[in-house]
């Protein structure tokens, strides 16, 4: 590390924990540091963002209170099945270009309700082999899982690519009020007998300045639920 770097590094460090070994915070970062580096404390938080890090590396920093999480932001794939990943009430996920061609069965495994994969390129086939994976195994109803990129597809032509795949079993979707309003409309399709999946884009105005607001969204509701009705919540 350079040595104004991690001067300036200790002077942050000096400044905002001031020696205290706890720490409460609403959103804890941890990145980009090597773990024997770290300051001795304990922190409590309601979310947390960990990069270039296992969940692991770092637990013994974390307050065991602070989980189950509101919500878990991570760059790596390989610990999906983790208690702590797996209990966060919602996990964001950042995937690079390079993980596109990893085992599709890492992200097929995930167990959380509610699912934000943020890629650093979008393709329509990260979007298809997902729900072509719960149409064979089924997928938990109330399951809501949310693609955006960075680069790649643009969300209202992969809508139109997957209307156009899954033409033959589809149904309309009304009802959704923060669907792209001109774009391409959202669908539903059957997953099994009790279950199908919504398929549709919107806009978050609440993305941070560096992620496309266009997101497409996939939930899973029962198959007697009513599109027209359905409340679709970000």
Known sequence: MDLELEKAVEMLEDYYLGGRMNIYANHFWVFNREV???????????????????????????????????????????????????????LCIELSEEQNFEDPTKINSIQNKNVELIYDFLERTNVDGIIRHWMENGKETGTTLVFCGRDGDPTDEIVT???????????????????????????????????KVSVYGRRNPE????????????????????????????
Request: charged share 25%; hydrophobic share 35%.
């Open 36 to 90: 024997d580096s770290f300051p001795k404390f304990n922190a409590t938080a309601n979310k947390m963002t960990v990069y270039e890090f296992l969940l692991d590396d770092i637990l013994q920093y974390i307050n065991p209170n602070s989980f189950p999480l509101k919500q878990l932001s991570i760059d790596c794939i390989d610990d999906l099945n983790h208690p702590h990943i797996r209990s966060a009430k919602k």
């Open 161 to 195: 690519d997957l209307r156009n795949e899954f033409s033959e079993i589809l149904s309309e979707l009304t009802g959704v009020n923060d669907q792209f309003p001109n774009g391409t409309p959202g669908f539903s399709i059957p997953l099994n007998s009790s279950s």
């Open 207 to 234: 993305r941070i300045p560096n992620i496309p607001n266009e997101e497409l969204v996939l939930k899973v509701v029962s198959s007697q639920a009513d599109d027209s009705t359905m409340e679709m919540e970000h």
